[in-house]
């Protein structure tokens, strides 16, 4: 399966992001929109009070995220704009066919056009990782193995990102460097190897933080593994390799594969029986749904 089809799958009851997680960075994309003038061509084309009513519409099949951050633009700009959002009023988490009508708003033409921009790039941005994500969950889910995002997102956008990968059926790994131990090759490199990292790590913690090593050989993962460490993430390993690793882990941790796993290479990652497959792909490099926001005479 191509990054850009899509298929049919379970969808996820949508968890919607308080409004205090995206807000702040709603209205900072407006004033970036906005500069210091304002929409000069809306304001010089239509009169003020000029009514209008617009559709937003997935042009092309997929799964939906990010609606009510991208609508949240218009009510920024005008509390009294009305918003009729379809499908029961929810969306996020769900699957839309191509020309499907998301949602309805209402209001003066100058507010429904400065806000289209910042809609569609929420909107767009964040389907297009629910859809990716879903589509490679597909792919794994015959295996057993879930798909987990990485840290490798947009700058200011980790959670509006991650919780589009929720959408898409995917698990979310740390959201930052504060939420648990994953002890890396440079790690390794500057602490002496695995066994100290480990023991440090494990004397400097509490009792609710989980320790992962990261390892590219199977020394370093019997290493890892005598520390009774909760994880381990196996590293760019050639299938025959990743297949010995989750074998000789099996039981004792987690395995988590990964290094430039993307939707052609996922399903052959997820047969040699690993936990998760750990792919910053999805939220790096998916491409954009196409949606609009057409007005209607």
């Known amino acids: 399966m191509s990054a850009t089809e899509t298929s049919a799958g379970p969808e996820i009851p949508s968890a919607p992001l308080l409004p205090i997680l995206y807000e702040a960075h709603v209205r900072a994309a407006l004033l970036e929109d906005l500069g210091r003038a304002g929409d000069l061509t809306s304001d010089a084309v239509l009169p003020p009070g000029l009514p209008a009513e617009a559709l937003v519409v997935a042009r092309r099949a997929g799964r939906i995220a990010g609606l009510e951050v991208g609508l949240s633009a218009f009510r920024l700009l005008d509390p009294a704009i009305e918003i009729e959002i379809l499908g029961g009023g929810v969306w996020d988490g769900r699957d839309a066919a191509a020309g499907e009508t998301l949602a309805i708003v209402r209001g003066s033409g100058r507010t429904v056009l400065a806000a289209e921009r910042t809609l569609l790039n929420y909107l767009g941005h964040l389907s297009g990782i ?112 990743l297949r010995e690793a989750v074998q000789r882990a099996k039981g004792r941790a987690i395995t988590e594969a990964s290094g430039g796993i993307t939707p052609d290479t996922a399903a052959d990652v997820a047969a040699t029986g690993v936990d998760l497959l750990s792919i910053g792909w999805i939220t790096h490099s998916a491409p954009n749904l196409d949606v609009a926001l057409d007005v209607r005479m």
């Open 130 to 241: 629910a859809t990716v994500t879903r589509d490679v969950v597909a792919l794994a889910a015959p295996y057993g193995a879930r798909v987990a995002c990485t840290r490798k997102t947009t700058p200011g956008l980790r959670a509006l990102e991650k919780f589009a990968v929720r959408m898409g059926g995917g698990s979310n790994h740390r959201f930052g460097l504060d939420d648990a131990i994953l002890i890396k090759d440079n790690h390794r490199a500057l602490a002496g190897g695995v066994r100290p990292a480990v023991e440090r790590a494990r004397r400097a913690i509490g009792h609710l933080v989980k320790i992962e090593v990261e390892v590219e050989t199977l020394d370093q993962l019997d290493e890892a593994l005598d520390a009774r460490v909760e994880a381990v993430l196996l590293d760019n390993m050639p299938l025959a390799l």
